[in-house]
């Protein structure tokens, strides 16, 4: 079965740090783009960030700087580094894998699997 498992998520104070991982487990291709989505009660999905099979990323600009997406390919796991937190950054996070078209900048509708999330809270 394919699965995708979030972790890592919880509540900090403002400026604090988590490290979110994403385990791809069941899923027979190689894995060519990965994505972190968040929402937020009330909002729709939003990408937070992507990496390719290259490594190649790209980031939504409420996070650049702050945030840093990473994948260890060998062993299906995808990784986000978040730094400087602060309350808009409370949300639910998902990762995502698999689907078609360009990873960098892809939309959610164009990802095929997705984790049942991790709830990140900010606040003091």
């Known amino acids: 079965e394919e699965q995708l498992v979030e972790s890592g998520g919880g509540s900090v104070q403002p400026g604090g740090s988590l490290r979110l991982s994403c385990k791809v487990s069941?899923?027979?291709?190689?894995?060519?783009?990965m994505g972190w989505f968040r929402q937020a009660p009330g909002k729709e999905r939003e990408a937070v960030a992507q990496?390719?099979?290259?490594?190649?990323?790209n980031y939504d600009d409420s996070v650049k700087g702050r945030f840093t997406i990473s994948q260890d390919s060998e062993r299906k796991i995808a990784y986000l580094q978040m730094n400087g937190l602060i309350p808009e950054d409370t949300a639910m996070y998902y990762c995502?894998?698999?689907?078609?078209?360009?990873?960098?900048?892809?939309?959610?509708?164009?990802?095929?699997?997705w984790g049942q999330g991790t709830q990140v809270s900010v606040s003091s």
């Open positions: 990496i390719d099979n290259l490594h190649s990323t």
């Open positions: 069941g899923y027979r291709y190689r894995i060519y783009c």
């Open positions: 995502a894998t698999g689907g078609s078209g360009y990873c960098l900048g892809r939309a959610p509708e164009d990802f095929e699997l």
